[in-house]
Structures are given as structure tokens and as C-alpha cells.
């Protein structure tokens, strides 16, 4: 039944690309209590779940009208239950909802966009440098201000001609600047902290970006090269560490090592017996393949990996900061093209740091859409009132009744009072690990946010109408789900009095032809059929290591004509079976036979528990009806017939 109802609701409250045609009037069709359901919605709706045009008869109409108003009924119940209000229901709609509004707004969809922009960066590597002056996401005011003077400061001396390398060893807080002046090697997408990437791929090569912000503080980027991805290669290596003490004897084994490789000595062999990589020296020091800036720690062993051309080719020894190495080449992968990138660049894209950004962005340009204005005294005021218990989720307002009267905000001229912000908090606050200020804060952006999307929400039903409908069909489908849960889907399932009480009241709509009990075996492999069929006919009890030769096994079970395609082609008669079908050997063991008549509760069951289901909607759709006073609107049912049979 509820693969039934979420066909209907795909049908009945569907798709975003059925226009029907417009309805220019509406009147009441008619009434559920005080609620009125427009000639409008029903129009709209039966167009388009009704494209065959023999459908569009008085009778139809009539039929779906009964229909409709059932419907409506059951809506109003989940309602009045309150449905409507659970977070279940508001994550479940506000989801919706936002997938509904995308083809109505004028933004590109941001993950596409961010998934394509990653792309072409990463065809593309570069090489910079960069002067870093640290300073913390939620630093002070006065420390933020602090670390930006210092990153202008510097910026004027290089402007003044001193040299980029020079300042970057002796002022910047990046630590590893001063013994490489701030280069970073090459680079390309996703390796770096995005506003960082976002700067450097926008500015030219030898030219310096303005002042960047990222969480680790305030950077100056200077762009030294640009060249062609040169995708990823792997190799195989040998690793023989070094300590102070013995670098010379290291050196010198080193050497020895390739002498016996050129000297045509194995690989492999060779690997065994010296590498000092544990995790790789039993594998041939084969390393997984990586791409430029990957190993930017061992920044030797990565240029040196890139440099060798053929696949078999070895590098000459050559030290790193975590000892010698010699590399063989295994082969060069080069960049997949986007179709083939696309479907994992896309999840990764989803969970950094750009989307969320990106994200930031369109709702600071739906803020000055919507005319956002902010009162930033009233703000400060009441986020002045945060305390430990909004981390606990136990937060309580304790300004005066004055504050909540005041206007902390507008949107499209709209002002929005303290008390509404109050009741959001208090309503959506939730134990965490956050500052109280910062905890506030959030919730304060939350609200602000939701009172634009309302607002953008009128603007886009007064602007489109099937946007409108769909919304309200979306919001009642969900309703309709839950209600129908609660009142008789998970009653009908787990009522099991119920259930047997329906059975025994009727019975003799569950009658059964020939029928037989049986179990069947199946596996690949014919020898074990003849082994276990001797056992059954012994009467042997099967075994767990017998029962474990078999691909699966169907337990005990009655079966009718039709039921089972094996069981149709076996005889009917007690005893063990054999058949083959579509590459499996089959083992039927045939119990007994049934003589037609009634099925038994248990037989019955799954038919049982349908038609249950069936009989307690029945019910409660009569209890609704009196419960709640249905009027229909003769006026309007005229309408509706005339606009819905009008050729």
C-alpha cells in the first residue's frame, strides 16, 4: 500500500515540468470546515493527471472530485495533529522546497559551476610564493585590524621595490619562508585552502594578488610560473634513511645499490634487500600514484618522480630530508577528461570549503535582492543577552519587554521584531561545543535567512502560479505520508488481532487452489545436488558444512500455480526434484500436498494485511467526514465541469 500511495504522489503532487494550462478565475469548490479548496487548485490538478482526453467527463470528474476531497480530509486531519509543525516535517518541506526554487531563480546551480571551475584548474599547475601573517578566524577585532596593518605594510615595501623573497624570510609566520623565501612549489586545484587557490589562479604570472583572506590569516601571493597539469605518475622507490652520524656510509651504499640496478640485478630483489620503506619494500617499493604538489614535504622526491620521461626508467640517487632515494618510473597517468572526473570531482567539490563560500556569496546577493537592513544597536543588544545556557540548549530571554518590540531587521521594507528573533532561538537552539556569541550568531544568520526565503517565496508565487501549486502540493503530499503512517499503514502491519479478526470475518476471500509445501536448494555446481539428495531421502538431518555447499536456500514454504518458476516445473508430488534453470542446479523437496480451500492466517497474511489496510482507511475516511463538515460549492463544481469539458 505505500508503494501504492508514493506512485499516486509522484502522479497526483508530481513533476515540476507538467504545465498545464492556466486558470485565470477562482471560487470556493468547496469547504472543509472553515478551509476552502479553490476551483483553481482542483483545475490545475486534474490537468495534469489527466492527459487522455476521454477522462474528461462529468462522471470522471465527479469521481476524482470524491476523491480529491478525501484527500483534503486527510490533510486537515494531519494538521489538526499538528504534523505540520514537527522538525520531520520542516527539514523533510524546507528540503523540497529549496530543490523547487532552483529553476525559478536566476543563480547557476554552484556545485556545477564550482565542479567545472575545479576542472580547469586542474588542467592547469602553478608556482607561487607567498608572505603569511597569521591571525585566527574569530580573532578580536583589534587583532584582526593589528595583522592587517602589518600585511599592508609589507605589500607597500614591495611595491617600493624590495624584494619578495627577502620580506617573506624576514617577516613572514609561515615558518617554512624562512629557508625557502615563501615558495610553495606547484600547486594546482584542491591542494590549497580555497580563497588561497581562488587568488593565485586569478593572478598573472610574475604579478602579486591583493590581500587574502583565509582562516590561517592574511597572505600576499606572488605568481612565479603557470604551465599544462602534468597529471599523476607512480613510481617504485628505495629509501635508505640517514642520521648525522652515518651519511657518508649511506651515500655510499646508495650508490652500490644503483651500480647493481644498472648493473641489471631485479628490482624487486634488489628493493627487498635494502629499502628501508617497511610499508613498501615487500611490494617492489611500488607507491600509489600521486599528482604535483601531493609530496610538497619531500619536495626533491616529487620533482624528481616528474622528471623521469619512460616507464622502466631510473632516476639517479638523489637525497631528501628523510634520507636517499632511487626511482623507477612506472608509468605517467595524465588527466582524466571531466565526464570521467566528473561524479567524484562533484562529491569532493560538495565537501570543501569552496561551496560553502560560494554559498556565502549568493546569500549575500540575496540579502541586498530582498532589501535586508540590519539595526546593528538592536543586534548588539540582544546578542548581548547569549549565555552558557544557549550552548545547553536551555537558553531563556531575560531582556526587557521593550527590546522585543524593536525592529532588529527588514526585508523589502518588512520590519521584523526582537520577539520574533526570540521564539526562533528558543525554538531551534541545541547543545554544542560553540561559544554562546558564536551559538547566537548562527541561529541570528538562521533566522535572517529564512525570513528572505519567505520573502522570496511570495514574490515567487505571486510570480508563478504552477510554482505555487507545486509547493502546496509537495507540502500537503508530505502530510498525507505521515498521517497515513500513523492512522493506518503501521496499524494495519502490527495490528496482529486485528489482522486475524478481518481473516476470520473473511475468509472465503481467501481461497487457494492445488498448493504444495516445499523447500528448495540451489547452487552452481550439479555434483552436490545427488550428494544431498541421498541424505533427504535417508532422512538424514542436514548438516551447517551441508547447507554451506549451496548458493542459497529457500526454507519451508507453501506454494500455489504461479508462485515460483521452479516449483512449476517440478512434478507435484512429495519427494526430492531436480531442475535446471538459467545456469543453477535445483534440489525441490516436495513435503506434501494441499488440497484448494481457504488458506490458512499465515498464508493469507500479506493479501490479509493489504485488504486490512484498505478496510481501516475505508473507516477513517468515514470518521473524517463526520468528524469534519464537507460543503460543496455549486457554483464552483459548475465551473469546474464547464472549464474541464470545454473542448
Not at 490545475?44 to 474528461?56: A, D, F, L, M
Not at 567545472?116 to 607561487?128: F, G, H, V
Not at 538592536?378 to 545556557?389: G, I, R, T
Not at 510554482?467 to 503530499?477: H, Q, S
Amino acid at each position: 500500500m505505500r508503494l501504492i500511495y508514493s506512485i499516486l504522489l509522484c502522479c497526483v503532487w508530481g513533476s515540476a515540468f507538467c504545465q498545464p494550462k492556466p486558470v485565470t478565475d477562482s471560487f470556493p469548490l468547496f469547504w472543509i470546515g472553515e478551509q476552502a479548496v479553490m476551483t483553481e487548485e482542483f483545475i490545475y490538478t486534474y490537468r495534469k493527471n489527466h492527459s487522455n482526453s476521454q477522462e474528461y467527463t462529468p462522471e470522471k470528474i465527479n469521481e476524482y472530485l470524491e476523491l480529491y476531497i478525501n484527500f483534503k480530509l486527510k490533510v486537515a486531519e494531519a494538521r489538526k495533529r499538528g504534523l505540520d509543525t514537527t522538525a520531520k516535517f520542516t527539514t523533510e518541506f524546507n528540503t523540497y522546497r529549496e530543490e523547487l526554487k532552483k529553476p525559478y531563480r536566476a543563480e547557476p546551480n554552484a556545485l556545477d559551476q564550482l565542479t567545472q571551475e575545479t576542472y580547469k584548474r586542474l588542467t592547469e599547475e602553478i608556482r607561487a610564493a607567498h608572505i603569511l601573517i597569521t591571525v585566527k578566524p574569530d580573532a578580536l577585532p583589534a587583532d584582526t585590524a593589528l595583522a592587517y596593518q602589518k600585511i599592508m605594510h609589507i605589500k607597500g615595501r614591495i611595491e617600493a621595490g624590495e624584494s619578495f623573497e627577502k620580506l617573506a624570510r624576514e617577516l613572514s609566520e609561515d615558518p617554512s619562508a624562512k629557508y625557502n623565501g615563501g615558495d610553495l612549489g606547484y600547486f594546482t586545484a584542491l591542494q590549497m585552502v580555497y580563497p588561497f587557490e581562488e587568488a593565485a589562479y586569478k593572478t598573472a604570472v610574475g604579478s602579486i594578488s591583493p590581500v587574502t583572506r583565509t582562516r590561517f590569516g592574511y597572505h600576499l601571493i606572488l605568481v612565479k610560473d603557470r604551465k599544462p597539469s602534468r597529471g599523476e605518475v607512480e613510481v617504485s622507490h628505495i629509501l635508505l634513511r640517514t642520521g648525522t652520524a652515518q651519511d657518508d656510509r649511506v651515500k655510499s651504499t646508495i650508490f652500490a645499490v644503483y651500480d647493481q640496478l644498472t648493473g641489471g640485478r631485479n628490482w624487486e630483489e634488489v628493493c627487498r634487500e635494502y629499502s628501508e620503506d617497511l610499508n613498501t619494500k615487500e611490494n617492489g617499493g611500488r607507491l600509489k600514484p600521486f599528482g604535483v604538489g601531493a609530496l610538497s614535504s619531500v619536495p626533491e622526491f616529487e620533482t624528481m618522480a616528474f622528471s623521469l620521461q619512460h616507464a622502466g626508467e631510473l632516476s639517479d640517487p638523489f637525497q631528501s630530508a628523510i634520507g636517499w632515494h632511487i626511482i623507477r618510473l612506472e608509468k605517467k597517468i595524465p588527466l582524466p577528461p571531466f565526464s570521467e572526473m566528473e561524479p567524484a570531482l562533484k562529491r569532493r567539490v560538495s565537501r570543501d570549503e569552496r561551496l560553502q563560500l560560494s554559498q556565502q556569496a549568493l546569500s549575500a546577493q540575496r540579502k541586498k535582492k530582498f532589501g535586508f537592513l540590519e539595526y546593528a544597536d538592536v543586534k548588539a543588544e540582544v546578542m548581548a543577552l547569549a549565555d552558557s545556557n544557549l550552548v545547553q540548549g536551555k537558553w531563556k530571554y531575560s531582556g526587557s519587554e521593550s527590546l522585543k518590540s524593536k525592529a532588529i531587521m527588514t526585508v523589502l521594507s518588512t520590519p521584523y521584531p526582537v520577539g520574533d528573533l526570540i521564539r526562533y532561538v528558543q525554538t531551534n537552539q541545541r547543545a554544542s561545543n560553540l561559544t554562546p556569541a558564536v551559538a547566537f550568531v548562527q541561529l541570528y544568520e538562521g533566522w535572517v535567512e529564512a525570513k528572505i526565503a519567505d520573502a522570496e517565496e511570495d514574490q515567487l508565487k505571486r510570480d508563478n502560479p504552477d510554482f505555487k501549486n507545486l509547493l502546496n502540493e509537495y507540502r500537503e503530499g508530505i502530510l498525507l505520508f505521515e498521517v497515513m503512517e500513523q492512522e493506518v499503514w503501521s496499524k494495519a502491519s502490527q495490528d496482529t488481532t486485528g489482522q486475524q479478526l478481518y481473516y476470520e470475518k473473511n475468509k472465503s476471500k481467501y481461497q487457494a487452489g492445488d498448493r504444495v509445501e516445499a523447500r528448495i536448494f540451489f547452487t552452481p555446481d550439479k555434483n552436490v545436488l545427488s550428494e544431498i539428495q541421498q541424505k533427504i531421502s535417508r532422512g538424514d538431518t542436514l548438516k551447517e558444512s551441508d547447507l554451506k555447499k549451496f548458493k542459497a536456500i529457500q526454507n519451508t514454504r507453501i506454494y500455489g500455480k504461479g508462485d515460483s518458476k521452479v516449483m512449476d516445473r517440478v512434478s507435484w508430488s512429495a519427494g526430492v526434484h531436480e531442475v535446471e534453470a538459467e545456469g543453477l542446479y535445483y534440489l525441490v523437496e516436495v513435503i506434501r500436498l494441499i488440497a484448494p480451500g481457504i488458506k490458512s492466517f499465515a498464508e493469507a497474511r500479506p493479501q490479509v494485511i493489504s485488504d486490512y489496510q484498505d478496510y481501516l482507511e475505508k473507516a477513517w475516511v468515514e470518521k473524517l467526514r463526520n468528524d469534519y463538515r464537507v460543503k460543496i460549492n455549486k457554483k464552483g463544481k459548475k465551473i469546474v465541469l464547464t472549464q474541464l469539458t470545454e473542448k
